[in-house]
Protein backbone atom coordinates (compact mmCIF):
# COMPACT_ATOMS: atom_id res chain seq x y z
CA UNK A 1 0.00 0.00 0.00
CA UNK A 2 1.37 3.09 -0.79
CA UNK A 3 2.08 5.86 1.60
CA UNK A 4 -1.46 8.35 -0.31
CA UNK A 5 -3.19 5.20 0.47
CA UNK A 6 -2.45 4.92 4.55
CA UNK A 7 -2.54 8.86 4.73
CA UNK A 8 -6.23 8.46 3.53
CA UNK A 9 -6.79 5.95 6.22
CA UNK A 10 -5.16 8.50 8.61
CA UNK A 11 -7.82 11.34 7.47
CA UNK A 12 -10.74 8.67 7.50
CA UNK A 13 -9.78 7.63 11.24
CA UNK A 14 -9.62 11.58 12.19
CA UNK A 15 -12.88 12.45 10.57
CA UNK A 16 -14.63 9.35 12.17
CA UNK A 17 -12.78 9.39 15.96
CA UNK A 18 -12.59 13.10 15.71
CA UNK A 19 -10.53 14.37 19.37
CA UNK A 20 -10.83 10.85 20.24
CA UNK A 21 -8.23 10.45 17.43
CA UNK A 22 -4.63 12.38 17.71
CA UNK A 23 -1.90 12.73 15.59
CA UNK A 24 0.02 15.13 18.28
CA UNK A 25 4.01 14.24 18.39
CA UNK A 26 4.65 13.39 21.61
CA UNK A 27 1.67 11.60 22.43
CA UNK A 28 2.94 9.51 19.30
CA UNK A 29 6.08 9.10 20.89
CA UNK A 30 4.68 7.87 24.43
CA UNK A 31 2.79 5.41 23.11
CA UNK A 32 5.62 3.75 20.72
CA UNK A 33 7.90 2.28 23.79
CA UNK A 34 6.96 0.94 26.86
CA UNK A 35 9.45 0.16 29.76
CA UNK A 36 13.29 -1.21 29.45
CA UNK A 37 13.57 -1.07 25.47
CA UNK A 38 15.32 1.63 23.02
CA UNK A 39 13.09 3.83 21.07
CA UNK A 40 12.64 3.29 17.80
CA UNK A 41 9.70 4.57 14.93
CA UNK A 42 6.68 5.89 15.96
CA UNK A 43 2.77 5.25 15.51
CA UNK A 44 1.21 7.79 13.09
CA UNK A 45 -1.44 8.54 15.17
CA UNK A 46 -3.22 7.50 18.50
CA UNK A 47 -7.06 6.41 19.14
CA UNK A 48 -8.23 6.45 22.87
CA UNK A 49 -11.08 3.85 22.34
CA UNK A 50 -13.64 4.28 24.29
CA UNK A 51 -15.64 1.04 23.85
CA UNK A 52 -15.48 -2.11 22.00
CA UNK A 53 -17.55 -0.97 19.03
CA UNK A 54 -15.07 1.91 18.52
CA UNK A 55 -11.98 -0.87 18.51
CA UNK A 56 -13.96 -2.63 16.33
CA UNK A 57 -14.94 -0.09 13.96
CA UNK A 58 -11.16 1.73 14.07
CA UNK A 59 -9.30 -2.03 13.00
CA UNK A 60 -12.06 -2.66 10.01
CA UNK A 61 -11.01 0.96 8.82
CA UNK A 62 -6.70 -0.15 9.27
CA UNK A 63 -7.88 -3.81 7.47
CA UNK A 64 -9.19 -1.78 4.57
CA UNK A 65 -6.22 0.39 4.25
CA UNK A 66 -3.54 -2.08 5.66
CA UNK A 67 -2.53 0.12 8.50
CA UNK A 68 -0.47 -2.05 11.64
CA UNK A 69 -3.06 -1.62 15.13
CA UNK A 70 -0.98 -1.82 18.27
CA UNK A 71 -2.83 -2.13 21.19
CA UNK A 72 -1.64 -0.45 24.35
CA UNK A 73 -2.49 -0.19 27.58
CA UNK A 74 -0.33 1.58 30.69
CA UNK A 75 2.75 1.48 28.70
CA UNK A 76 4.62 -0.91 30.79
CA UNK A 77 6.23 -3.56 28.84
CA UNK A 78 9.79 -4.98 29.03
CA UNK A 79 10.64 -6.55 25.64
CA UNK A 80 9.63 -3.81 22.66
CA UNK A 81 5.91 -4.87 22.59
CA UNK A 82 4.88 -1.53 22.13
CA UNK A 83 7.11 -0.63 19.13
CA UNK A 84 5.60 0.20 15.92
CA UNK A 85 8.15 -1.89 13.62
CA UNK A 86 5.53 -1.46 10.71
CA UNK A 87 4.67 1.89 11.51
CA UNK A 88 0.62 2.02 11.91
CA UNK A 89 -1.42 3.84 14.83
CA UNK A 90 -1.70 2.88 18.86
CA UNK A 91 -5.15 2.03 20.05
CA UNK A 92 -4.77 3.29 23.84
CA UNK A 93 -7.50 1.07 25.51
CA UNK A 94 -7.18 3.13 28.99
CA UNK A 95 -10.73 4.83 28.98
CA UNK A 96 -12.35 1.37 28.84
CA UNK A 97 -12.04 1.48 32.65
CA UNK A 98 -15.05 0.07 33.67
CA UNK A 99 -15.92 -2.81 36.35
CA UNK A 100 -19.17 -4.49 34.34
CA UNK A 101 -20.02 -7.05 36.24
CA UNK A 102 -19.31 -8.43 40.27
CA UNK A 103 -20.31 -12.06 41.07
CA UNK A 104 -19.77 -12.62 44.18
CA UNK A 105 -21.17 -15.56 44.59
CA UNK A 106 -19.73 -17.85 41.56
CA UNK A 107 -16.12 -15.66 42.55
CA UNK A 108 -15.78 -13.85 38.76
CA UNK A 109 -16.05 -10.46 37.11
CA UNK A 110 -15.63 -8.99 33.86
CA UNK A 111 -13.76 -5.97 33.23
CA UNK A 112 -12.88 -3.73 30.11
CA UNK A 113 -9.58 -4.17 29.42
CA UNK A 114 -8.07 -0.68 30.75
CA UNK A 115 -9.44 -1.59 34.48
CA UNK A 116 -5.97 -1.97 36.21
CA UNK A 117 -5.04 -4.39 39.07
CA UNK A 118 -5.55 -1.89 41.77
CA UNK A 119 -8.65 -0.57 40.60
CA UNK A 120 -10.14 -3.50 40.54
CA UNK A 121 -9.42 -4.64 44.10
CA UNK A 122 -10.16 -1.27 45.20
CA UNK A 123 -13.83 -2.08 44.04
CA UNK A 124 -13.73 -5.42 45.30
CA UNK A 125 -12.74 -4.48 49.39
CA UNK A 126 -16.12 -4.81 50.35
CA UNK A 127 -16.95 -8.10 48.62
CA UNK A 128 -15.01 -10.46 50.57
CA UNK A 129 -12.65 -10.90 47.40
CA UNK A 130 -9.69 -9.92 45.89
CA UNK A 131 -7.71 -10.38 42.23
CA UNK A 132 -4.24 -12.05 43.13
CA UNK A 133 -2.11 -11.11 40.14
CA UNK A 134 0.39 -9.42 40.74
CA UNK A 135 3.08 -8.17 38.66
CA UNK A 136 4.41 -5.39 40.34
CA UNK A 137 3.39 -2.57 38.24
CA UNK A 138 -0.55 -1.18 38.60
CA UNK A 139 -0.72 -2.72 35.25
CA UNK A 140 -3.83 -3.13 32.69
CA UNK A 141 -6.00 -6.20 32.85
CA UNK A 142 -6.15 -6.26 29.22
CA UNK A 143 -1.95 -6.10 29.06
CA UNK A 144 -1.64 -8.42 31.41
CA UNK A 145 -3.93 -10.84 29.47
CA UNK A 146 -2.30 -10.22 26.60
CA UNK A 147 1.35 -11.07 27.70
CA UNK A 148 0.02 -14.09 30.14
CA UNK A 149 1.29 -11.68 33.37
CA UNK A 150 1.96 -13.29 36.60
CA UNK A 151 3.61 -11.94 39.75
CA UNK A 152 4.12 -12.13 43.19
CA UNK A 153 1.24 -14.41 43.82
CA UNK A 154 1.97 -16.55 41.17
CA UNK A 155 3.26 -19.20 43.41
CA UNK A 156 -0.29 -19.68 45.12
CA UNK A 157 -3.09 -18.65 42.21
CA UNK A 158 -1.30 -18.77 39.12
CA UNK A 159 -0.54 -16.42 36.47
CA UNK A 160 -2.88 -14.66 33.92
CA UNK A 161 -3.75 -17.91 31.95
CA UNK A 162 -5.30 -19.86 35.06
CA UNK A 163 -7.86 -17.02 36.07
CA UNK A 164 -8.66 -15.83 32.65
CA UNK A 165 -11.91 -17.45 32.12
CA UNK A 166 -13.53 -15.56 29.32
CA UNK A 167 -12.93 -12.78 26.30
CA UNK A 168 -13.96 -10.09 24.29
CA UNK A 169 -12.30 -9.83 21.25
CA UNK A 170 -11.62 -7.86 18.41
CA UNK A 171 -10.44 -9.71 15.42
CA UNK A 172 -7.78 -8.81 12.65
CA UNK A 173 -10.96 -7.95 9.95
CA UNK A 174 -12.81 -6.04 12.64
CA UNK A 175 -15.29 -8.64 14.31
CA UNK A 176 -16.11 -9.08 17.62
CA UNK A 177 -16.12 -12.58 19.07
CA UNK A 178 -16.40 -13.89 22.83
CA UNK A 179 -14.59 -16.82 24.55
CA UNK A 180 -14.91 -18.47 27.47
CA UNK A 181 -17.95 -18.28 30.11
CA UNK A 182 -18.77 -18.15 33.24
CA UNK A 183 -18.90 -22.21 33.91
CA UNK A 184 -16.62 -23.57 35.85
CA UNK A 185 -15.80 -25.85 33.03
CA UNK A 186 -16.18 -26.75 29.67
CA UNK A 187 -15.21 -29.12 26.65
CA UNK A 188 -16.72 -27.07 24.09
CA UNK A 189 -14.45 -26.40 21.18
CA UNK A 190 -11.25 -25.13 21.02
CA UNK A 191 -10.18 -23.23 24.05
CA UNK A 192 -9.74 -20.10 22.51
CA UNK A 193 -9.65 -18.10 25.73
CA UNK A 194 -5.81 -19.18 26.03
CA UNK A 195 -5.05 -18.72 22.11
CA UNK A 196 -5.42 -15.14 23.20
CA UNK A 197 -4.29 -14.81 26.60
CA UNK A 198 -0.32 -14.21 25.89
CA UNK A 199 -0.99 -13.44 22.24
CA UNK A 200 0.53 -9.93 22.85
CA UNK A 201 -2.02 -8.45 20.66
CA UNK A 202 -1.37 -10.10 17.59
CA UNK A 203 -3.97 -12.03 17.37
CA UNK A 204 -7.06 -9.85 18.31
CA UNK A 205 -7.16 -7.29 20.52
CA UNK A 206 -8.70 -7.82 23.92
CA UNK A 207 -11.18 -5.60 25.13
CA UNK A 208 -13.47 -7.26 28.11
CA UNK A 209 -12.19 -10.29 30.50
CA UNK A 210 -14.09 -12.25 32.28
CA UNK A 211 -11.34 -12.75 35.52
CA UNK A 212 -11.60 -16.11 38.47
CA UNK A 213 -11.50 -13.70 42.04
CA UNK A 214 -10.34 -15.34 45.39
CA UNK A 215 -11.96 -14.51 48.80
CA UNK A 216 -9.64 -13.12 50.76
CA UNK A 217 -7.76 -14.94 53.25
CA UNK A 218 -8.56 -15.50 57.18
CA UNK A 219 -4.99 -14.69 58.24
CA UNK A 220 -2.63 -12.95 56.28
CA UNK A 221 1.42 -12.69 57.57
CA UNK A 222 3.91 -11.14 56.11
CA UNK A 223 8.13 -11.57 56.94
CA UNK A 224 11.41 -10.66 55.75
CA UNK A 225 14.43 -12.99 56.48
CA UNK A 226 18.01 -12.13 55.65
CA UNK A 227 20.74 -14.65 54.44
CA UNK A 228 24.34 -14.89 54.30
CA UNK A 229 24.34 -15.65 50.36
CA UNK A 230 22.62 -16.17 47.51
CA UNK A 231 22.97 -19.55 47.36
CA UNK A 232 20.99 -19.90 50.88
CA UNK A 233 18.31 -17.70 50.27
CA UNK A 234 17.62 -20.16 46.98
CA UNK A 235 17.58 -23.20 48.51
CA UNK A 236 15.44 -22.46 51.32
CA UNK A 237 13.04 -21.48 48.26
CA UNK A 238 13.51 -24.90 46.93
CA UNK A 239 13.32 -26.91 50.40
CA UNK A 240 10.03 -24.88 50.71
CA UNK A 241 8.33 -25.56 47.75
CA UNK A 242 9.85 -29.61 47.59
CA UNK A 243 8.04 -30.00 51.19
CA UNK A 244 4.46 -29.01 49.63
CA UNK A 245 4.16 -25.76 51.66
CA UNK A 246 1.56 -23.31 50.39
CA UNK A 247 3.44 -20.14 50.44
CA UNK A 248 1.17 -17.20 48.79
CA UNK A 249 4.59 -14.79 48.14
CA UNK A 250 7.65 -15.57 47.82
CA UNK A 251 10.04 -13.12 46.19
CA UNK A 252 14.21 -13.16 46.25
CA UNK A 253 16.32 -9.75 46.76
CA UNK A 254 20.08 -10.08 46.14
CA UNK A 255 22.31 -7.98 47.88
CA UNK A 256 22.68 -4.96 45.56
CA UNK A 257 18.92 -4.94 44.65
CA UNK A 258 17.85 -4.69 49.01
CA UNK A 259 20.39 -2.10 49.35
CA UNK A 260 18.86 -0.24 46.36
CA UNK A 261 15.44 -0.93 48.17
CA UNK A 262 17.22 0.12 51.47
CA UNK A 263 17.98 3.59 49.83
CA UNK A 264 14.92 4.31 47.39
CA UNK A 265 12.22 3.40 50.03
CA UNK A 266 13.73 4.65 52.79
CA UNK A 267 13.29 0.57 54.70
CA UNK A 268 14.90 1.34 58.23
CA UNK A 269 16.68 -1.62 60.31
CA UNK A 270 17.32 -3.97 57.41
CA UNK A 271 20.37 -5.39 56.26
CA UNK A 272 22.20 -5.34 52.43
CA UNK A 273 22.27 -9.05 52.01
CA UNK A 274 20.41 -11.59 50.19
CA UNK A 275 17.07 -11.57 51.58
CA UNK A 276 13.08 -13.11 51.01
CA UNK A 277 9.91 -11.53 51.41
CA UNK A 278 7.46 -14.15 52.19
CA UNK A 279 3.79 -13.68 52.79
CA UNK A 280 1.30 -16.56 53.98
CA UNK A 281 -2.33 -16.92 53.67
CA UNK A 282 -4.78 -19.18 54.94
CA UNK A 283 -6.45 -20.12 58.17
CA UNK A 284 -4.88 -18.72 61.59
CA UNK A 285 -3.54 -22.55 62.62
CA UNK A 286 -3.13 -22.89 59.08
CA UNK A 287 -0.35 -19.81 58.60
CA UNK A 288 0.99 -20.69 62.11
CA UNK A 289 2.22 -24.29 60.31
CA UNK A 290 3.52 -22.93 57.88
CA UNK A 291 5.74 -20.25 59.31
CA UNK A 292 6.58 -22.72 61.76
CA UNK A 293 8.12 -25.05 58.68
CA UNK A 294 9.86 -21.79 57.13
CA UNK A 295 11.76 -21.03 59.87
CA UNK A 296 13.06 -24.05 60.62
CA UNK A 297 13.90 -23.97 56.64
CA UNK A 298 15.45 -20.85 56.79
CA UNK A 299 17.17 -21.39 60.37
CA UNK A 300 19.02 -24.85 58.07
CA UNK A 301 20.15 -22.61 55.82
CA UNK A 302 21.77 -19.79 58.80
CA UNK A 303 18.41 -17.58 57.87
CA UNK A 304 18.19 -14.53 59.93
CA UNK A 305 15.14 -14.07 62.71
CA UNK A 306 12.33 -13.66 60.82
CA UNK A 307 11.06 -9.89 60.97
CA UNK A 308 7.58 -9.67 60.74
CA UNK A 309 5.04 -7.37 59.28
CA UNK A 310 2.25 -7.55 61.78
CA UNK A 311 -0.39 -4.58 60.58
CA UNK A 312 -1.76 -4.08 56.94
CA UNK A 313 0.12 -0.74 57.10
CA UNK A 314 3.19 -2.35 57.37
CA UNK A 315 2.21 -5.28 55.27
CA UNK A 316 1.74 -2.77 52.38
CA UNK A 317 4.80 -0.86 53.60
CA UNK A 318 7.01 -3.82 52.45
CA UNK A 319 5.23 -4.09 49.58
CA UNK A 320 5.34 -1.15 48.48
CA UNK A 321 9.52 -1.36 48.82
CA UNK A 322 9.34 -4.74 47.11
CA UNK A 323 6.94 -3.26 43.92
CA UNK A 324 9.48 -0.27 43.70
CA UNK A 325 12.30 -2.24 43.01
CA UNK A 326 12.71 -1.32 39.15
CA UNK A 327 12.82 2.41 39.72
CA UNK A 328 15.13 1.06 43.07
CA UNK A 329 17.58 -0.35 41.07
CA UNK A 330 18.17 2.07 38.19
CA UNK A 331 18.68 5.06 41.21
CA UNK A 332 21.72 3.32 42.36
CA UNK A 333 23.35 5.00 38.98
CA UNK A 334 21.50 8.21 37.66
CA UNK A 335 20.98 8.78 34.16
CA UNK A 336 21.91 5.09 32.99
CA UNK A 337 19.18 3.16 31.68
CA UNK A 338 18.14 -0.34 32.47
CA UNK A 339 18.21 -3.88 30.62
CA UNK A 340 15.65 -6.03 32.41
CA UNK A 341 15.45 -9.56 31.59
CA UNK A 342 13.62 -12.70 33.32
CA UNK A 343 13.71 -16.14 32.85
CA UNK A 344 12.12 -19.43 34.76
CA UNK A 345 13.69 -22.51 35.48
CA UNK A 346 12.20 -25.91 36.99
CA UNK A 347 12.31 -24.94 40.66
CA UNK A 348 15.21 -27.85 41.13
CA UNK A 349 17.45 -26.13 38.98
CA UNK A 350 16.71 -22.29 40.81
CA UNK A 351 19.67 -21.86 43.07
CA UNK A 352 22.31 -23.26 40.71
CA UNK A 353 20.51 -20.77 37.75
CA UNK A 354 20.77 -17.80 40.21
CA UNK A 355 24.59 -18.08 41.40
CA UNK A 356 25.46 -18.50 37.90
CA UNK A 357 23.85 -15.51 37.01
CA UNK A 358 25.25 -13.58 39.60
CA UNK A 359 28.49 -14.64 39.64
CA UNK A 360 28.58 -14.08 35.76
CA UNK A 361 27.79 -10.30 36.43
CA UNK A 362 30.24 -10.47 39.05
CA UNK A 363 32.94 -11.40 36.86
CA UNK A 364 31.58 -8.87 33.68
CA UNK A 365 31.89 -6.25 36.38
CA UNK A 366 28.38 -5.43 36.04
CA UNK A 367 25.83 -3.39 38.09
CA UNK A 368 23.16 -5.91 37.89
CA UNK A 369 20.74 -6.40 40.57
CA UNK A 370 18.71 -9.76 40.87
CA UNK A 371 14.65 -9.88 42.37
CA UNK A 372 12.49 -13.25 41.59
CA UNK A 373 9.30 -14.71 42.22
CA UNK A 374 11.18 -17.24 43.09
CA UNK A 375 8.66 -19.89 44.31
CA UNK A 376 8.22 -20.72 40.55
CA UNK A 377 11.79 -20.28 39.33
CA UNK A 378 11.01 -17.48 37.86
CA UNK A 379 13.71 -14.64 38.47
CA UNK A 380 14.66 -10.58 36.64
CA UNK A 381 18.09 -9.25 36.45
CA UNK A 382 18.04 -5.56 35.81
CA UNK A 383 21.03 -4.68 33.98
CA UNK A 384 22.41 -0.89 34.25
CA UNK A 385 24.24 0.55 31.68
CA UNK A 386 25.11 4.01 30.12
CA UNK A 387 22.73 5.38 27.34
CA UNK A 388 26.27 7.05 25.91
CA UNK A 389 28.25 3.85 26.21
CA UNK A 390 27.62 1.80 22.93
CA UNK A 391 29.95 -0.70 24.49
CA UNK A 392 28.63 -0.97 27.71
CA UNK A 393 25.08 -1.13 26.14
CA UNK A 394 26.62 -3.98 24.00
CA UNK A 395 28.19 -5.82 27.11
CA UNK A 396 24.45 -5.76 28.89
CA UNK A 397 22.64 -6.93 25.51
CA UNK A 398 25.48 -9.86 25.19
CA UNK A 399 24.69 -10.56 29.32
CA UNK A 400 21.03 -10.85 29.04
CA UNK A 401 21.23 -13.30 26.24
CA UNK A 402 23.75 -15.66 28.37
CA UNK A 403 21.05 -15.88 30.96
CA UNK A 404 18.49 -16.64 28.99
CA UNK A 405 21.02 -19.37 27.50
CA UNK A 406 21.57 -20.18 30.90
CA UNK A 407 18.19 -20.88 31.50
CA UNK A 408 17.34 -22.46 28.24
CA UNK A 409 19.91 -25.37 29.36
CA UNK A 410 18.93 -26.07 32.01
CA UNK A 411 15.09 -26.71 31.07
CA UNK A 412 13.87 -23.14 31.67
CA UNK A 413 12.06 -21.01 29.24
CA UNK A 414 13.40 -17.46 27.59
CA UNK A 415 10.92 -15.53 29.56
CA UNK A 416 8.31 -16.50 32.39
CA UNK A 417 6.08 -12.96 32.44
CA UNK A 418 7.66 -10.62 30.46
CA UNK A 419 6.29 -12.05 27.20
CA UNK A 420 8.34 -12.58 24.36
CA UNK A 421 7.48 -9.30 21.97
CA UNK A 422 10.63 -8.14 19.69
CA UNK A 423 13.74 -9.21 21.78
CA UNK A 424 12.79 -12.47 22.56
CA UNK A 425 11.36 -13.98 19.53
CA UNK A 426 15.09 -15.00 18.08
CA UNK A 427 14.81 -17.63 21.13
CA UNK A 428 12.07 -19.40 20.39
CA UNK A 429 13.00 -21.84 18.25
CA UNK A 430 15.54 -23.05 20.50
CA UNK A 431 13.22 -23.16 23.05
CA UNK A 432 10.20 -24.77 21.24
CA UNK A 433 11.43 -26.05 18.54
CA UNK A 434 11.12 -25.12 14.62
CA UNK A 435 7.96 -26.99 14.03
CA UNK A 436 6.11 -25.20 16.86
CA UNK A 437 7.21 -22.14 15.54
CA UNK A 438 5.70 -22.57 12.25
CA UNK A 439 2.93 -23.90 14.16
CA UNK A 440 2.36 -20.08 15.03
CA UNK A 441 2.98 -18.84 11.76
CA UNK A 442 0.14 -20.74 10.16
CA UNK A 443 -2.21 -19.69 13.00
CA UNK A 444 -1.09 -16.09 12.89
CA UNK A 445 -1.67 -15.93 8.79
CA UNK A 446 -4.73 -17.52 9.26
CA UNK A 447 -6.06 -14.58 11.58
CA UNK A 448 -4.41 -12.02 10.58
CA UNK A 449 -3.46 -13.07 7.06
CA UNK A 450 -2.73 -8.99 6.04
CA UNK A 451 -0.28 -8.94 9.34
CA UNK A 452 -1.41 -5.72 10.64
CA UNK A 453 -2.12 -6.79 14.21
CA UNK A 454 1.01 -5.88 16.41
CA UNK A 455 3.29 -7.30 13.23
CA UNK A 456 6.83 -8.22 14.08
CA UNK A 457 6.25 -9.22 17.78
CA UNK A 458 6.00 -13.30 18.62
CA UNK A 459 7.31 -14.91 15.63
CA UNK A 460 8.30 -12.82 11.90
CA UNK A 461 5.60 -13.40 9.25
CA UNK A 462 7.43 -13.14 5.46
Excluded at 95 to 104: C, F, K, R, S
Excluded at 189 to 216: A, K, M, N
Aim: charge should be negative.
Amino acid sequence: MSDNQRAAGLVQLAAVFADQFTLNQSTRDEHSHGESYPHGPIVEGVLFAQSTAMVAQAVSICAEYNIPVIPHGVGSSLEGHLVPVNGGISIDLTEMAQVLEINTEDFDCVVQAGVSREQLNHELRHQGLFFPIDPGANASIGGMSATRASGTNAVRYGTMKDVVIGLTVVNAQGKVLHTGGRAKKSSAGYDLTRLYVGSEGTLGIITEIRLRLFPIPEQISAAVCAFPTIKAAADTVVECMQMGIPLARVELLDEVQMQACINYSKLQGFDAAPTLFFEFHGTESGVAEQISLVEEIASGNNGSQFRWAKTQEERNELWAARHKAYFAGISLRPGWLALSTDVCVPISRLAECIVAAKELAIKEDLIAPIVGHVGDGNFHVLVLHDPEDQAMIDQATAYASKIVELSLSMGGTCTGEHGVGLRKKKYLPKELGVEAVATMAVIKRAMDPQNILNPGKIIDID
